[in-house]
């Protein structure tokens, strides 16, 4: 049965959305719920992590939120991809749009990845936002005084991570919220499960089931448990400085991240309205802090302000579902914010629990584990691929090119080259938007793993398919580049909301 109290510890973007989306699928499902959220403003948030993925977007419709409300309040920007400089090579650069465009082809392969690649040309060609991020536009036309989607995919976001916290608050409806810190908690001795969280202030919280989103503090499960699986030995970079840079007024605002490899790490560029939030993710087996600020100083050209000394020990729990108690967001798992998988992360594991609290039984709880591990793991194996670069201009780059992890370099040996598709990414739970081959293919295209020779012997084997791609991508092409043309500038749609500075 759905559980009739839930908390929620933490209110972070992790603690909101659990509230949000728990709180709402409870009164979709007709079951009945009171959700307290418990956030210590003496703590506060980490203040960082502002990209998300498409996912956002396709939760903010399925709750009936409204989109240009969210933009306009939380300061936020939009996200059609990333863009990777300096990672194959200094002075290389390469964009991966986060659009499937053989979603609407019905081809059974990805064969207008396999035509681009088989003409050694970008995949990014056949991407609508390719096109939208390209031209620094926004993914709307207007048409009769209204906004209309140049398009049928989902974009992401970029924002301010403490506006859309707050924003995310004021739309969680009916959940009553107590500003205080958990000390201890208190369980069961025979099950060990959580009966009540005894707070600073002096009250006791019972509840059936909680959900620590108290971030690295990991302040329930840890009690629970729950032990870390850590992925140090597979992810180069342990350490991050953020800042940000002011966007000078009227500048456009490119609609992607950047993710700027730098000699010991990377450093992101997220635009807000306002504001770029900044870091630099490094190793610091290679370089300090001080230098890492110092080598930032000079790429840039100009001092920067660094607002925290972020350690990172990327990895997961071993499981998020211990008894009753569910860890989200940052208490459950992080990985360097390379591809914005933590959000993401957080919305998916969400919906998959919201499918199963209607019977949260042993199945249910080995399952949504089962599920959660898996993904985090495919993050993982994602985001360390995108280090396998012809760089060896740095102790830290030739560190890297030496440490492929063997499962990922037996991959990449087994695709040898060739085109991965849908068939070599098994699918998630409930069809849940996952790191499959159309987010794969763009990076290993931009860095160079896959050979067009390949593609063409393929091509050539599928004579029928070769056709039909062609006029696909002729025409996709075509069509989105008169839609980029239609579509409203970025940073003018921005300032339409009425809100940039
Ligand atoms: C350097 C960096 C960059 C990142 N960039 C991205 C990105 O681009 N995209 C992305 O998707 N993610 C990114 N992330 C991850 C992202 O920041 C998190 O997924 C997101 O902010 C959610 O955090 P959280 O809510 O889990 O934790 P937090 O924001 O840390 O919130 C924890 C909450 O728990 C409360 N709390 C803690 N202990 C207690 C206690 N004992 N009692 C009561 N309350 C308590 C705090 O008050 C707070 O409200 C990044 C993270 C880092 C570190």
Not at 44 to 49: D, H
Not at 154 to 176: M, P, V
Not at 358 to 373: I, T, V
Request: charged share 25%; net charge neutral; glycine share 10%.
């Amino acid at each position: 049965m759905w559980p009739r109290r839930i908390c929620v510890v933490g209110g972070g973007t992790a603690g909101w959305l659990a509230a949000m989306m728990l709180g709402d699928s409870a009164r979709r499902g007709g079951h009945p719920c009171e959700v307290t959220v418990i956030e210590s403003s003496k703590i506060g948030t980490i203040g960082v992590g502002e990209g998300t993925t498409a996912v956002f977007r396709q939760m903010l419709q399925h709750f009936g939120l409204d989109e240009m409300e969210f933009l306009a309040e939380t300061g936020a920007t939009i996200k059609f991809g990333i863009r990777h400089r300096d990672w194959r090579r200094l002075g290389h650069s390469y964009d991966g749009p986060i659009d499937d465009p053989h979603r609407v082809t019905g081809f059974e392969v990805n064969a207008l990845d396999l035509y681009q690649v088989s003409r050694g040309e970008s995949v990014g060609q056949v991407h609508l936002f390719q096109h939208l991020l390209s031209r620094n536009k926004s993914p709307f036309a207007v048409v009769d005084g209204r906004h209309i989607a140049v398009g049928p995919f989902h974009h992401a976001y970029h924002f301010d991570q403490a506006l859309a916290g707050k924003w995310l608050r004021s739309k969680a409806k009916a959940i009553a919220t107590i500003d205080d810190q958990v000390l201890r908690v208190e369980r069961l001795a025979e099950s060990g499960d959580i009966t009540a969280l005894h707070l600073e202030g002096g009250a006791r919280v019972e509840a059936d089931l909680f959900v620590d989103c108290t971030g690295f503090r990991r302040a329930l499960i840890g009690p629970m448990g729950g032990t870390w699986v850590s992925y140090r030995d597979m992810l180069p970079v342990n350490r991050a400085i953020p800042f940000w840079l002011d966007i000078p007024k009227g500048e456009e605002i490119d609609p992607c991240t950047l993710a700027w490899a730098q000699g010991s790490g990377w450093m992101w560029k997220i635009p807000t309205q306002s504001r770029y939030g900044c870091g630099y993710v490094f190793s610091d087996a290679h370089i300090t802090p001080d230098q890492a600020k110092d080598e930032i100083e000079r790429v840039l050209g100009r001092p920067i302000h660094v607002r925290n000394d972020i350690r990172i020990d990327a990895g997961r729990l071993d499981r998020q579902w211990i008894g009753n108690c569910v860890a989200l967001g940052l208490s459950s798992s992080f990985l360097e914010p390379l591809e914005a998988t933590s959000i993401h992360g957080t919305v998916v594991q969400l919906m998959l629990l919201a499918s199963v609290l209607p019977n949260p039984d042993d199945r249910a709880r080995l399952a949504f584990n089962a599920a959660s591990a898996r993904q985090v793991d495919d993050f993982r194996d994602f985001i360390r691929l995108h280090y396998v670069s012809e760089r060896r201009d740095t102790p830290f780059w030739r560190d890297v090119a030496g440490n492929l992890p063997p499962h990922l370099a037996d991959r990449l040996a087994a695709w040898g080259g060739r085109v991965p598709g849908a068939a070599d990414f098994a699918p998630f739970p409930m069809g849940l938007p996952h790191t499959d081959h159309h987010l794969h293919v763009p990076v290993l295209d931009g860095l160079g793993l896959l050979d067009p020779a390949k593609a063409k012997d393929w091509l050539a084997a599928h004579p029928k398919l070769r056709a039909q791609a062609r006029a696909e991508a002729a025409k996709l092409t075509g069509e989105y580049k008169r839609a980029a043309g239609r579509a409203m500038g970025h940073r003018a749609f921005l300032d339409g909301l009425g809100v940039t500075a």
